[in-house]
T-cell receptor, first 120, second 111 residues
Framework: GAVVSQHPSRVICKSGTSVKIECRSLDFQATTMFWYRQFPKQSLMLMATSNEGSKATYEQGVEKDKFLINHASLTLSTLTVTSAHPEDSSFYIC????????????????FGPGTRLTVL | SQKIEQNSEALNIQEGKTATLTCNYTNYSPAYLQWYRQDPGRGPVFLLLIRENEKEKRKERLKVTFDTTLKQSLFHITASQPADSATYLCALVSGYSTLTFGKGTMLLVSP
């Protein structure tokens, strides 16, 4: 089956530093990748949609200058949390949507295992 | 405003029984609905997708129904096992093909 990996799985950083999270589709090409954030006992909230080779589309209320997204290849998207603060501590999850042989998009999204970010 | 509601209270059942989880939504016209399983500290895992013109979908011990009139989906696990214990999320997909998730319902299956 389609596998999505994330790295790192956990990161602890000091306030004011930047953290980069990688999301990779291991055995398929993902034209579109999504980044979500999940607070404890809350639903996954979509932060942004990233399409390979173009700028990410951010959801309302998500600061694009704070959460930098790069989708440079069909198998890799990165999320950089710049100048992280304690309120950015959360569980960040990416997902990828595969394309079929005709270039159409599958409906199913494959999720990574998540990255737990703790900002001290 | 758009809302997806799943029972926030954990569902406790005994092994072997059928678990039924509910997902209600308002102010949505979803093209399709998906159910995911999420274990603690892990990303969601896709289980089933049902389209707006489908009433029911099955996969092994799982069954999903979708009633667009009631704006409700039911998710059933038959012959439940302790390994089925997890949080189950429903997610709606509307015109822009993005997923909007409910908060999920925790299922606890005791031996």
């Amino acid at each position: 089956g389609a596998v999505v990996s994330q790295h790192p799985s956990r990161v602890i950083c000091k306030s004011g530093t930047s953290v980069k999270i990688e999301c990779r589709s291991l055995d398929f090409q993902a034209t579109t990748m999504f980044w979500y954030r999940q607070f404890p006992k809350q639903s996954l909230m979509l932060m942004a949609t990233s399409n390979e080779g173009s700028k990410a589309t951010y959801e309302q209320g998500v600061e694009k200058d704070k959460f930098l997204i790069n989708h440079a290849s069909l198998t890799l998207s990165t999320l950089t949390v710049t100048s992280a603060h304690p309120e950015d501590s959360s569980f960040y999850i990416c997902s990828a949507r595969a394309t079929d042989s005709t270039g159409g998009l599958y409906n199913e999204q494959f999720f990574g295992p998540g990255t737990r970010l703790t900002v001290l | 405003s758009q809302k997806i509601e799943q029972n926030s209270e954990a569902l406790n059942i005994q092994e072997g029984k059928t678990a039924t989880l509910t997902c209600n939504y308002t102010n949505y016209s979803p093209a399709y609905l998906q159910w995911y399983r999420q274990d603690p500290g892990r990303g969601p895992v896709f289980l089933l997708l049902i389209r707006e013109n489908e009433k029911e979908k099955r996969k092994e011990r799982l069954k999903v129904t979708f009633d667009t009139t009631l704006k409700q989906s039911l998710f059933h696990i038959t012959a439940s096992q302790p390994a089925d214990s997890a949080t189950y999320l429903c997610a709606l997909v509307s015109g822009y093909s993005t997923l909007t998730f409910g908060k999920g319902t925790m299922l606890l299956v005791s031996p």
